[in-house]
Structures are given as structure tokens and as C-alpha cells.
């Protein structure tokens, strides 16, 4: 593994402008879940949350109790310039496996494919024990071999279903239909409910 990928490494892809998976905006399949979530009272948490766009467009639609989660500072500033109403608390700067809160959603966007995966075991058994009982997995991941040294890492569905095995239940498990330009058809849409 060439990368460290720990919060100096992180930081400094961020400091230095170093973040290609970054579109700017909060990406078309996260958005349009977004656009039909009725309950504004529910915790959401967006782990691995990078400029965390998703978070910004939840607060900008009136949900109050969004977390995002990373190891990095400067994307958490970043979010905080463009979104002041995003309390502090809400601004986790740290390890996503360290996290003791519990949620109702947990949004995934290029967390998963930044992690070591030797951990993508361990990233399932923890959004197990983070999500509320019923609780929500949903995003969308890399259905498409990628990098083996350096993020993003590729992987697979098959792969992937072997992880979540008897801590979670697919709600919906397919090929993403409305990915970004850049990642038509090597994305699947995971909406996945705990256990």
C-alpha cells in the first residue's frame, strides 16, 4: 500500500487541490434520494465526507441533525465557510471507526473506496453498530476494478454482499441508473437496511 492514508495524507490532497473524485456539487444519485426524504428530524451522518457537498444541500433543505465525519480538517473548514449553519458539534474531525453516536442514515460517497480494503469488513460491522435499528446504509459504490496502492479502490458487488452478510438486508442493490458522467456504469446504488 504506496499511501499512508491517514489525516496528514488527507490534508495535504486537500491543501494542494489533489481531490479528482470531488465534482463539486452533490452527485445526481445522493441528490435525487435526497429529494424524497420526508422526515427532517432524522440524524444523518456523512462519514469520509471530503467538501461533504451532500451535507450543504441536506442543511440547505432544512435538516438539522446532519454529522459529517473526517480525518482531514481542511474539507470540515471548508464546509463551515460555505455553510455556517452546520453547528460545530456536527463537525466530526476525526476517525470514522472511533465514532460512539448512533444514526438513522448513514450517506455514502467515495468513503468507502478511499479506506484501506482491509477494512471494508470492519467498515460494514461498524455502520452496523452506528445505524439505529432499521437504519439506512444508501449510496452508491464502485462496482469496477480501480487502483490496488492508492485510492479510489475498485471491488465488486459479489465482493461487497460478502461483507454485509447477516448485519444487513437490501432494500436496493443494482447498477446505478443516474451516476455522473465519469462513472456511468461502473457505480451500484446501495440502499441497505440494518439488521
Known amino acids: 500500500m ?3 492514508l ?8 486537500y491543501i494542494n487541490n489533489d481531490f479528482g473524485w470531488d465534482v463539486g456539487e452533490v452527485s445526481t444519485p445522493l441528490k435525487e434520494y435526497i429529494d424524497q426524504l420526508a422526515n427532517h428530524e432524522l440524524r444523518i451522518l456523512i462519514p469520509g465526507a471530503g467538501n461533504a457537498y451532500e451535507a450543504e444541500y441536506l442543511s440547505n433543505k432544512g435538516f438539522k441533525n446532519v454529522f459529517v465525519c473526517d480525518l482531514a480538517q481542511e474539507p470540515l473548514s471548508n464546509l463551515k465557510k460555505r455553510c455556517p449553519a452546520i453547528a460545530d458539534s456536527q463537525l466530526i474531525h476525526g476517525n470514522f471507526f472511533d465514532l460512539e453516536q448512533s444514526f438513522d442514515l448513514v450517506l455514502e460517497q467515495t468513503f468507502f473506496c478511499a479506506i484501506n480494503p482491509t477494512l471494508r469488513k470492519s467498515y460494514f460491522e461498524k455502520m452496523h453498530r452506528i445505524l439505529k435499528p432499521g437504519g439506512k446504509l444508501v449510496g452508491v459504490m464502485f462496482d469496477a476494478p480501480m487502483n490496488t496502492d492508492t485510492p479510489p479502490f475498485g471491488g465488486s458487488a459479489q465482493e461487497y454482499e460478502t461483507y454485509f ?3 444487513f438486508t437490501k432494500h436496493t442493490y443494482e447498477a446505478c441508473h443516474n451516476s455522473i458522467k465519469p462513472r456511468a456504469g461502473r457505480e451500484i446504488f446501495v440502499n441497505l437496511r440494518r439488521i
Open 165 to 167: 452478510a447477516g448485519l
Open 2 to 4: 504506496k499511501a499512508g
Open 6 to 13: 491517514d489525516e496528514n495524507y488527507w490534508n495535504n490532497r
